[in-house]
């Protein structure tokens, strides 16, 4: 074998060498990129690849492009006579509930997005960007502002539908009228809730949501 033989065989193999070391790193990448996505979504980030047809590198960009929009706002405190007061706006449209369920949740509708304007995030006309803005800093429960409002727009939603809508938003509630730091896409899952913010009023029997 020729000397100019030899060079050429580890020419190509050193290429190749290359070529897989760049593929490994790409696709090692776009693994950290996925996993970093779903640890700052949560369940967010299924509802985005399903809305994206189960297209990844679609729902990645949408979320990728919210966080570069969006991540920097920093929810502004709320004053606690601020505060009080949107809780017992909250737990009045609860109450309200029992005698007219679609307008409480259309209340409730109402009272998310002015409270989350309140916190800095975009104002009421841009409902669909305060959403967007929401889903990066509240990405476990913002899905409870999209139901209440999908269930307030909907003509043919029953009283129990109306109701779960309503229980299903108060997380986010409870989220934008929080004292000290806002739950983020660091801290998931639901808090038990008990006592008045219970909404025993929402629930027909009066046993509890």
């Known amino acids: 074998m020729s000397t100019l033989t030899v060079v050429l065989i580890v020419a190509v193999l050193v290429a190749a060498l290359l070529v897989a070391g760049v593929l490994f790193r790409a696709r090692a990448g776009t693994g950290s990129g996925t996993r970093s996505l779903k640890r700052r979504f949560g369940p967010e980030y299924d509802r985005t690849l399903q809305r994206h047809g189960g297209d990844s590198e679609s729902a990645h960009h949408d979320l990728r ?12 405190p709320l004053e606690p006579a601020v505060r009080e007061h949107y809780v017992a706006q909250w737990t009045m449209l609860q109450e309200r509930f029992v005698d007219a369920p679609r307008q409480a949740v259309a209340d409730a509708d109402e009272l ?3 409270i989350a304007a309140t916190r800095g995030f ?3 006309d841009r409902r669909e960007e305060q959403l967007a803005a929401l889903s990066v800093h509240h990405p476990h ?13 909907s003509g043919s939603a029953s009283t129990e539908e109306l109701r779960e809508a309503l229980v299903h938003a108060r997380a986010l509630f409870e989220d934008l009228t929080a004292a000290g730091r806002p739950v983020g896409a660091e801290a998931g899952g639901t808090r038990p809730m008990s006592g008045r913010k219970s909404g025993h009023l929402l629930n027909p029997k009066g046993s509890g949501a």
């Open 65 to 76: 492009e919210r966080v570069e929009q969006y991540g920097r706002i920093r929810p502004l």
């Open 112 to 114: 998310l997005t002015r």
């Open 122 to 124: 975009p104002e009421p």
């Open 141 to 153: 429960h913002v899905e409870g502002l999209r139901t209440v409002r999908r269930a307030a727009h």
